[in-house]
């Protein structure tokens, strides 16, 4: 590689440097916002976020980059290149490419119409009245199409949705998920069937233990211990504190996770813990040496999903994980839970039954709320159906799907906050994450002897050292579908998952 | 004022209020480091920290902010500008020649040379080897003569001491710190020789009792709330958090405190924390129509610490403030406290007598400590003397001025960090804090009436009323000398200070 090329490489690699360090000071203020800010400071950090966004974007568009971009590509040594220096020149050109492509007038208005929306949804939802939300959610969708139709020619995919997809999950595409999602209701339906119609199957099941929330915070510092986030040590690169949704934000040294202590519903914290060291030792764990390149960040937003479902459901719902884990619980809460059996636990963790809210749905029936989703959006963006059609269809899919009646649009397709935020094509990552953990837990298996036996003894090194290898470690250097085939020998596809929730749940409920 | 000047005049505020608003961004940056950070973080903080430093070197000294001053200026229309029009040109124009006149190089290499500077600090502190930082801190002094060269000129100021003076206290020159410094040291010595040859002064007095870190964080609660500084409410601006030296930051709606909680030492948590309050009301008391302006900020480092000890000391040391908080501090603490009576407590936190440490000096010595460090920093800087002479000279000046005899430099010149961290000029700034506290003081009594009464009733309302009028809503429209003779009606005297010691010290020891 001529000295010429090279610096300009390591020029470009400084600019991009610059822009993930802004990033993460952004994340942080975000975060702060969540979790510590007086009240009085809304105004305040509104002026500090749009600052620092309006600086992020000026430094990802300066056309510098552009510069720089096209004269290594164009240089004759760009061809010795290695893997690594290439993936980031891919990296750095499409973010490019996308960033100056979009006008910023129209980035500014639909981040402006963001707003007003989640604040619209957020009335609308208390009120039970989607009409309050209508007029907003509309403006917005027309605004993400217009920006839909740009990122399909520059990411040069077939349809809006598509594009909006590879925002989240690159270089997948409605057909694919088309096929994975339809394997995956072919084989959750009869397993659900079976559940529901088993001679075992009980009513209603909930425990109503009260524990207080200085309590339920020492659980939450045990169980991340025990899978290996670190908050607590003088070599911490953890925290864990209090929000009103659960989430995980941050990069490399420093990655927070929040979550929401209910004194009665005890249970809701622990995995919503669980849930976000999964996507915190992710983020920790990708290959040092990618640090503030394009390269030291998640393959995709499934993959992401991947870890967190892994250790939420697949390692911290199993009956090994608890016999380790539940002594301690007594331990921390004794006397509440006392007279608990693991048996009894470990059936109160994973009851199967159809609800209507996503976020409180168990393994097997997650994915539907989602197939249910990723139909409506799909028909949205391709025109089929308009903003105002979106309750009748979503109660017929949750009569069809689930059997269930939905009563009101706020149990209903007011749920959840991301339509109103304006992620479209995100929906698809948690069933594809549901199914890239199936796939890897596979792999798992069958490469980490002894794996239940590990979790058992609450060793979870060697689990953790092997997904660190075979999936968090690669950052981005690889694509998705290149990944998943890496990992599991296959390209993407949700027979894994399907038979590790089949051998689960036939053994729990005898069928 | 035409269209065309009023254009440029809201072009600059513009810029200004970016800056502003970046600097509150990196404050809470600084203040996450401080309380929440997870170790690990370290090395991505500063990364943080520079790259947003980088920024607002490069916004402040933008072009366009010169061109635009010097268009206003020349424009026939200035005149026509009101005074705080006028005031914000002002402002803007000393920063931004300040700015632009300093190399960057220059700045870049002394803020390297401080972090050098306060790590050699660290280590020869723990060490008791003054040796081991002599030759970094010759090098920053070096650096910081040459920045105060350049200041000088630019400042338009006759002296290198007086320019880096002029940077925490404007407009204020050695000939006047001479002269109010003799005044105060004339007026303590002998009170201080009349309290320590009292019949009735006692020998070695401190209590014994733990209190709790979770109960001192309700006292700390407890007082801010008294004071008016609300942490709490759902109007909160405020927050009280824990690091190793207590310190407060922020901009007008949010502006946080910290302190240390010494379980064996609950005296010393409460004044830190009744400190920093006074500081924090300061910041947030600032007329809200010059938020994002030049004007939004303190008036000086002097004003700030007016404030500061005003809350400490002459309020939150006084018997009325005490008569009412004293059972609450009891009733939080019950049974450690009950035995003590007011006027006990009253002697306990007053007590007066020499000591080695600044930040642990009563009302009557805080000021010598100063004194000292001020004499030492002019002859430093008059190159009067070298960094090598400063463990002697210190000695000397401690045995001569507070009769001390000082066993090694970690408890003599190596206690505070300021010279270390490159603050030069910065420690008058506390003395003339205290002397403007008693002018202000002054005033006060003169203007709330019964204001003594009201503080026994936990009444601050009126108190705060006043100084928010009077002192601190002005934010910095005045240079000091000007706000100064507003408020007392005459220029900077010790007078006032002596008095307000005088009294409550010959009443407290029957002198």
């Not at 309050?132 to 403006?139: A, G």
């Not at 069809?400 to 992620?423: C, F, P, R």
Request: proline share 3%.
């Amino acid at each position: 590689m001529s000295r010429n090329i090279h610096l300009a490489y390591n020029k470009l690699l400084t600019r991009i440097k610059d822009l993930i360090v802004l990033k993460s000071a952004q994340s942080l203020i975000h975060w702060d916002m969540e979790t510590m800010m007086p009240p009085r400071a809304v105004e305040l950090r509104s002026q500090q976020l749009v600052l620092l966004s309006r600086i992020e974007h000026k430094m990802s568009t300066a056309p510098e980059i552009g510069r720089l971009i096209k004269r290594i590509k164009s240089s004759s040594d760009f061809e010795t290149f290695d893997q690594i220096q290439k993936r980031n020149m891919y990296l750095m050109e499409k973010n490019y490419e996308e960033q100056t492509h979009l006008p910023e007038k129209l980035v500014a208005e639909t981040t402006k119409q963001q707003v007003l929306t989640v604040n619209s949804w957020k009335k609308a939802k208390s009120k039970k009245d989607f009409g309050l939300l209508k007029s907003d959610l509309e403006k917005l969708v027309e605004l993400n199409k217009k920006i839909a139709e740009i990122l399909m020619k520059v990411k040069k995919v077939s349809t809006q949705y598509n594009a909006l997809i590879d925002n989240y999950e690159p270089k997948i595409d409605t057909q694919t998920i088309n096929r994975v999602f339809s394997e995956l209701q072919n084989g959750l339906k009869p397993l659900l069937n079976k559940i529901q119609n088993c001679s075992d199957y009980p009513h209603e099941q909930k425990d109503r233990i009260t524990i207080s929330i200085e309590k339920q915070r020492k659980i939450a510092q045990l169980l991340t211990q025990i899978l290996g986030y670190d908050t607590v040590s003088s070599k911490s690169g953890g925290r864990i504190d209090e929000t009103e949704h659960p989430f995980t934000t941050g990069y490399y040294d420093d990655v927070r996770i929040t979550t929401h202590y209910y004194p009665r519903n005890y249970i809701s914290a622990i995995f919503s813990v669980l849930h976000e060291t999964g996507h915190a030792l992710y983020e920790q764990n990708i290959n040092q040496v990618f640090k503030y390149q394009p390269l030291g960040s998640i393959s995709s937003y499934g993959f992401h999903e991947s870890q967190s479902r892994l250790y939420e459901n697949i390692i911290g719902r199993s009956r090994e994980f608890w016999s380790y884990s539940l002594p301690k619980l007594k331990q921390i809460t004794t006397p509440l839970l006392d007279d608990i059996g693991l048996d009894q636990f470990f059936f109160l963790i994973n009851h199967v039954k159809p609800s209507k809210i996503r976020i409180e749905a168990d393994e097997v029936t997650y994915n539907l709320h989602i197939i249910i989703r990723y139909q409506i959006e799909m028909a949205l963006f391709e025109n089929k159906i308009e903003v105002q059609d979106l309750p009748g269809i979503w109660n017929q899919k949750y009569g069809d799907l689930l059997g269930l009646k939905i009563e009101n649009d706020t149990e209903g397709v007011m749920q959840d906050t991301h339509w109103a935020s304006g992620y479209y094509g995100y929906f698809p990552s948690y069933a594809i994450g549901n199914i890239y953990s199936g796939q890897i837990f596979k792999s798992l298996k069958e490469n980490v002897k002894n794996y239940n036996k590990k979790i058992e003894l609450g060793e979870l090194e060697e689990i953790n050292h092997w997904l660190k290898q075979n999936v968090q470690g690669w950052g981005s250097l690889y694509e998705p579908n290149e990944l998943i085939k890496k990992i599991s020998g296959e390209k993407i596809s949700a027979q894994a998952y399907i038979q590790y929730l089949d051998e689960k749940y036939r053994k729990l409920y005898h069928i």
